[in-house]
């Protein structure tokens, strides 16, 4: 099997991709371990969180229970007890995200509950004495108790604060092991990147030297080429591409002698079909002038007959557009004086049923004086039924009076209601009438755009007729100019071609004097 650079350059490769996977594999090891101690750092920190909500809340808690011994309402008392048990939720909640976030702690966490229960059941006990005011005004009962509860505070407290360490501690271990394990982590990199840079190195400077030796007489032979030597031997030892390069080289130099050489002998053909070729391209060229002068000519007179017709076809297209849009606007206007109808029928029927509304609403006026005028008659009888029963009577009596003027105002406002009422009855026949008389003249209007209409419509057939006749003609004279314009067109490209070709020729002459110079250039 030939070894070629190819494969020379895989190998290098192989043991450059091996080195770095196993540098790789090392870092990864090490990323996962930091990545577990990072995680555990994470919780920590989640749990610290944790432990310093219970903090705030026992602070809190204290605080709400202290407040609970200057309460003077019902009202201040329960403000305290909500706050209570929120301080509650939120400490519990805080020793649950230690638990959750370090079980290994559960331990410790469970003493800290049991401390906060403890705690809680002191304060509710103070809670509970401070609210007594009855029967013991100066709070003598919440006071004494204080003393217990200020003992179980610390005791809380201290079971806080050993969750708080032991979390501390938690972290600290976990910050060495981290250290110590990036540390470790460096120095196996250190040493295989090291390796790699050793190894890939010195085999990438072999391999360069080797290569570059053999590419400089590549160079050589090429550099002679450039210089007009076909003589050259471009023959390279191995198996190799550079090897087979080399045989490249050679055909190539074999090639080229030979096309120099054949070259040379075409030129003088070349030159001599150049000249037939140009006398030819002058005599097409004049023909072409003379047949492009007379198409420009026609198409002159073409074009101001077409722009007869382009005018006369906008003017009848202008024409039909304006029919179209007051076609629209009769349309649209007929469209309106219908809805107006239906409007005005629509108002019709929601003023009756106003005016019926209007009616019930009296009935209930009727029902409400009545109901009124009973309350007025036995807020009376009240009044003198505690008239008789004397000192026992007397808020009997406050009473019976505020119904009697509230029967009172009833009355007065059920008077202002019925008046009102009436109002709206009268004003609702003759908005009725105004509707009425209103929809009739909708349905003149709605007559007169009828007939509108239908004459708009003949006028849109006469004038679409008229469209169409100008629309052919200019069609046809566009047809016509067309077809002048592609003549000329075609006798103009027929002349450049012509040109191009003389001029063609010309380069072709002067081309066959080059390539006789290259040929007679280069030794072969």
Not at 94 to 101: L, M, Q, S
Not at 457 to 473: E, F, P, R
Request: charged share 20%; net charge negative.
């Amino acid at each position: 099997m030939t070894f070629t650079i190819r494969r020379q350059i895989a190998a290098l490769a192989v043991a450059g991709f091996l080195l770095v996977l196993a540098s790789g594999a090392i870092g990864y090891g090490g990323t996962v371990a930091l990545a577990d101690q990072q995680r555990s750092a994470r919780n920590a920190a989640a749990a610290l969180q944790g432990v310093q909500s219970t903090t705030i809340a026992q602070a809190l808690f204290r605080g709400n229970v202290l407040a609970s011994l200057v309460t003077n309402n019902a009202t201040e008392r329960q403000e305290v007890l909500d706050k209570l048990g929120e301080n509650v939720a939120q400490a519990r909640a805080g020793v649950d995200e230690v638990a959750r976030y370090m079980p290994e702690l559960r331990g410790q966490a469970d003493a800290a509950l049991s401390a906060l229960d403890e705690l809680i059941a002191s304060g509710q006990r103070i809670v509970t004495l401070a609210s007594r005011v009855a029967s013991d005004p100066g709070r003598t009962a919440a006071l004494a108790a204080r003393p217990a509860y200020d003992q179980v505070d610390a005791k809380a407290g201290e079971a806080i604060e050993a969750l708080r360490s032991a979390i501390t501690a938690h972290v600290r271990q976990t910050y060495e092991s981290a250290a110590s394990e990036a540390a470790s982590v460096e120095r196996l990199v250190l040493i295989a990147g090291l390796l790699a840079a050793f190894v890939l190195g010195g085999a990438a400077l072999w391999l360069g030297r080797r290569i570059s030796r053999r590419v400089d007489r590549c160079l050589a032979v090429a550099r002679s080429i450039s210089e007009y030597d076909l003589t050259v031997d471009a023959s390279i030892g191995g198996s190799d591409e550079l090897a087979q390069l080399g045989d490249s080289l050679n055909a190539i130099v074999g090639s080229l002698r030979t096309a120099m050489v054949e070259i040379g002998g075409n030129a003088s053909s070349v030159a001599a079909a150049s000249e037939e070729l140009t006398s030819t391209s002058r005599h097409l060229s004049s023909g072409a002038g003379t047949a492009s002068a007379e198409a420009a000519e026609a198409n002159r007179g073409i074009s101001e007959v077409t722009t007869g017709v382009e005018q006369a076809n906008r003017a009848a297209k202008g024409l039909d557009t304006s029919i179209q849009e007051i076609t629209s606007a009769v349309a649209e206007a007929d469209a309106v004086a219908r809805e107006a109808v239906g409007l005005a029928a629509d108002t019709n029927r929601v003023i009756e049923r106003l005016r019926n509304s209007s009616e019930e609403v009296s009935a209930v006026v009727s029902i409400i004086t009545a109901i009124a005028e009973q309350t007025n008659l036995l807020a009376l009888n009240a009044t003198i039924e505690a008239a008789r029963a004397g000192t026992m009577g007397t808020g009997f009596a406050v009473v019976a009076g505020e119904v009697k003027d509230l029967s009172r105002e009833t009355a007065s406002a059920t008077g202002d209601i019925s008046a009102k009422v009436t109002t709206m009855q009268s004003d609702t026949a003759r908005a009725f009438e105004a509707i009425n008389r209103i929809s009739s003249v909708i349905e003149r209007i709605d007559e007169l755009q009828r007939s509108m209409s239908a004459a708009v419509d003949a006028q849109i057939n006469a004038t679409g007729l008229i469209v169409s006749n100008v629309d052919a003609a200019a069609r046809s004279a566009t047809a016509v100019a067309g077809a002048i314009t592609r003549t000329a067109g075609t006798t103009s490209l027929t002349h450049e071609a012509a040109n191009q070709t003389e001029q063609a020729a010309m380069e072709l002459s002067q081309l066959s004097q080059q390539l006789r110079l290259v040929s007679d250039r280069f030794r072969h």
